[in-house]
């Protein structure tokens, strides 16, 4: 099965106060350091697959460079990188080849790389087109300039661009939020992806509001249940205008071209690739993998490893964390993943993957979990689908919580990258 491939460039130009990814402002020396190992990882990846005992499909149909800002980096940097996939791995010709870029950095001539680079789908961090709300949390764009520049990568036929939205961005309001929704709408992208502001300790602003202060603009957060009917409100207005939801946090245009009413073609292709456990390889700091284990050692799964999120200690060429998916691990995540999924799982094909390896119904077992979540509205059944409503959507880590069991809550936090 062709692979999914993962970059991460953790560069960015500011730190954005709302966020927990391990990226941060570095000097411009330490870039060319961090392409050097990224392309030694690159090298090396089928001699790592083959040691951990995985087998490693020599072709990719998608390529993500995320991050980070992976647009900061330099021409010949990112034609290295490109370069460094190509000469590893057949890249299919209808792949996916998608660039993270921050709105502000899309200048002809990083169009034109992205271009020989053979990108064909572009995601920015546009978080709202209100400036006021962009600016409080650090983002250096304004609205103008996003549709500016959307304007310059249509022109030089990038059209595949997905934007990035947070609902609940200090100052944000009801009416600020619409606006936010309506531009995206009117810019007609194919595929936007809205996520809820998260609090947590690894942001500045989520150790803010935890310790509730008021940097960072902190007071100016809208409370939880606006945050949710803000992200209920993206949900209609998106479907209203063609844009329909197919994960949590995705959504995507109706493909003009589609078949049989499967109207996928807009939906990220690399994404689908964690909800629905394909395969997948990740290069540089914070990066995971996920292949499937050789058959002679049938004991496990899959394997998962993953690098380190500290910047020094990739340069410094830490080992990888690497952590084998059982067949217990491996249905959990197949509920857990695929419940994100509008289209829902189903049982019968679960049934049918998982059954021999336990020797009983591996289904009936979880009947204990998906049954006191249908009563409670949060799933619903339709012959063998399961899928989660428009309630266990708002509240879909508590419904996913009762898919794991105490043995597997460790070492299955980040099973979804990105
Ligand atoms: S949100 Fe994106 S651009 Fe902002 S600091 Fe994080 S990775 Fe960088």
């Not at 990814?21 to 961090?34: G, I, L, P, Q, T």
């Not at 200690?313 to 509920?335: C, D, G, L, W």
């Amino acid at each position: 099965m062709p692979l999914g491939l993962y970059i991460s460039i953790p560069f960015c130009r500011t730190k954005c106060s709302y966020c927990n990814f391990a990226s941060d402002v570095f000097s411009k020396s330490a870039y060319e350091n961090y392409v050097i190992c990224v392309l030694e990882d690159i090298a090396n990846s089928r001699q790592l697959a083959m040691d951990l005992g995985c087998t490693c499909d020599d072709t990719a149909d998608s390529i993500y460079l995320g991050g980070g800002t992976p647009s900061i980096l330099d021409a010949s940097q990112l034609l290295r990188i490109f370069a460094a996939v190509r000469g590893q791995f057949a890249v299919t010709p209808d792949a996916e080849i998608t660039v993270e870029c921050a709105p502000g950095t899309i200048t002809p001539s990083l169009i034109e790389t992205l271009l020989q680079c053979g990108v064909n789908r572009v995601s920015l961090g546009v978080q709202s087109f209100v400036d006021q709300e962009a600016q409080s949390v650090g983002r250096l764009h304004k609205r103008s300039t996003v549709l500016e520049e959307i304007g310059r990568l249509r022109e030089a036929g990038l059209a595949n661009i997905n934007i990035d939205l947070i609902a609940g961005l200090p100052h944000q309001t009801a009416e600020s939020w619409a606006f936010s929704l309506s531009e995206t709408i009117a810019t007609g992208v194919p595929h936007v992806s809205v996520y809820m502001l998260e609090v947590d300790e690894d942001s500045r602003l989520g150790r803010e509001l935890i310790a509730g202060g008021s940097r960072y603009h902190a007071h100016f957060v809208p409370d939880d249940d606006a945050t949710a009917d803000f992200y209920q409100l993206a949900c209609q207005m998106l479907a209203s205008a063609g844009i329909a939801q197919y994960e949590i946090s995705n959504f995507a245009r109706t493909a003009p071209h589609s078949q049989n009413g499967e109207l996928q073609s807009n939906q990220s292709r690399h994404n689908l690739k964690y909800w629905t456990r394909q395969p997948y390889l990740g290069f540089g700091v914070d990066a995971h993998s996920m292949l499937a284990a050789n058959h002679n050692q049938a004991v496990h799964q899959a394997l998962r490893f993953a690098t380190t999120d500290s910047l020094d200690a990739y340069m410094n060429r830490a080992p990888h964390t690497v952590t084998p998916v059982s067949a217990q691990a491996a249905i959990e995540e197949s509920f857990f993943l695929g419940l994100r999924l509008n289209r829902g799982i189903d049982l019968e094909r679960l049934r049918a993957d998982f059954s021999p390896m336990f020797s009983q119904d591996a289904v009936a077992t979880w009947e204990s979990a998906i049954q006191p979540c249908v009563q409670d509205g949060l799933l619903e059944r339709q012959g063998a689908t399961l899928r989660l409503t428009a309630r266990g959507r708002l509240l879909s880590n508590e419904v996913f919580a009762r898919f794991l069991t105490e043995e597997t809550k460790v070492g299955t936090g980040h099973v979804n990258p990105r």
